[in-house]
């Protein structure tokens, strides 16, 4: 991997981890354009950017980040434990889902999802929860389940969770923050795993890529939350909507 490959999947890390648009399928679909072997620096290199991508909500969310926010934190791990439980128990089977077409597919099916629930969402923004703060433990719990979808490869993390946010009731801002502090514990948990499993291949990995890819990362990605989140101001989903099925419909035309 080279140092624009380095800045090259950073930027694409950073930029589509907080959009519900697939980090996952994003990379994927970088690698193998830019012919990437899944080496031990390319392991090493997916644990830094995934780390960059923690910090990033760290550092935007800090005043979340309290004791004082216990009640809070108790519904962003009740809606983890969905994905944790299901993660662990079937990772060798959604393993054998990473494949373009699987991709491709995930993501015409996320699109079509955002302009069916845009259609039918409810226009009285008065009616709706604006704060993650008064989200409860019910709907944090179906927020979390939505997301276990998001382990097929394509489908977003991030589109699972705010498309389950929505349905029980959320705004569309609120939605977005809490899909971003739902993801400190889920990428935690997936670094630390990827740390624990692939520790000794960081002797072999280029540091500089390394250090290149993390601060690239944790940039694009502090930028991404903030401008996503004044983007939902004056905006909807569709936008991501029309362009999961473009670029869904491209991938499958293209491989």
């Known amino acids: 991997m080279t140092i624009v490959d380095s800045i090259f999947l950073g930027i694409i890390e950073g930029f589509t981890e907080f959009l519900p648009i697939s980090s996952t399928g994003h990379l994927i679909v970088a690698s193998e354009l830019l012919g990437i072997d899944q080496s031990s620096v390319t392991k090493a290199y997916e644990v830094i950017i995934q780390f960059a991508a923690i910090l990033a909500v760290i550092f935007n969310y800090k005043d979340k980040f309290s004791i004082k926010k216990i009640d809070l934190w108790s519904k962003v791990f009740l809606a983890f434990i969905p994905i944790g439980a299901v993660g662990y128990i079937f990772?060798?089977?959604?393993?054998?889902?990473?494949?373009?077409?699987?991709?491709?597919?995930?993501?015409i099916v996320g699109g079509i999802i955002f302009l069916?629930?845009?259609?039918?969402?409810?226009?009285?923004?008065?009616?709706?929860?604006?704060?993650?703060?008064?989200?409860?433990?019910?709907?944090?719990?179906?927020?979390?389940?939505?997301?276990?979808?998001?382990?097929?490869?394509?489908?977003?993390?991030?589109?699972?969770?705010?498309?389950?946010?929505?349905?029980?009731?959320?705004?569309?801002?609120?939605?977005a923050?809490?899909?971003?502090?739902?993801?400190?514990?889920?990428?935690?948990?997936?670094?630390?795993?990827?740390?624990?499993?692939?520790?000794?291949?960081?002797?072999?990995?280029?540091?500089?890529?390394?250090?290149?890819?993390?601060?690239?990362?944790?940039?694009?990605?502090?930028?991404?939350?903030?401008?996503?989140?004044?983007f939902l101001e004056k905006f909807t989903f569709v936008a991501f909507g029309v362009y999961r099925i473009l670029f869904g419909a491209v991938l499958l035309y293209i491989f």
């Open 91 to 107: 990772s060798n089977q959604i393993k054998m889902l990473f494949s373009i077409q699987i991709v491709a597919i995930m993501f």
């Open 116 to 175: 069916v629930v845009e259609k039918f969402f409810i226009k009285d923004e008065s009616k709706l929860i604006d704060d993650v703060e008064k989200i409860s433990f019910k709907q944090s719990l179906i927020i979390g389940v939505a997301q276990i979808f998001a382990l097929i490869p394509g489908t977003s993390r991030a589109g699972s969770t705010i498309i389950g946010a929505l349905l029980v009731g959320l705004n569309r801002k609120a939605s």
């Open 177 to 230: 923050e809490f899909s971003f502090l739902l993801a400190f514990p889920v990428m935690s948990a997936v670094t630390a795993y990827d740390l624990l499993k692939h520790y000794h291949e960081f002797n072999d990995a280029n540091l500089i890529t390394l250090a290149v890819g993390f601060i690239v990362s944790f940039l694009v990605a502090y930028l991404t939350i903030k401008l996503f989140l004044k």
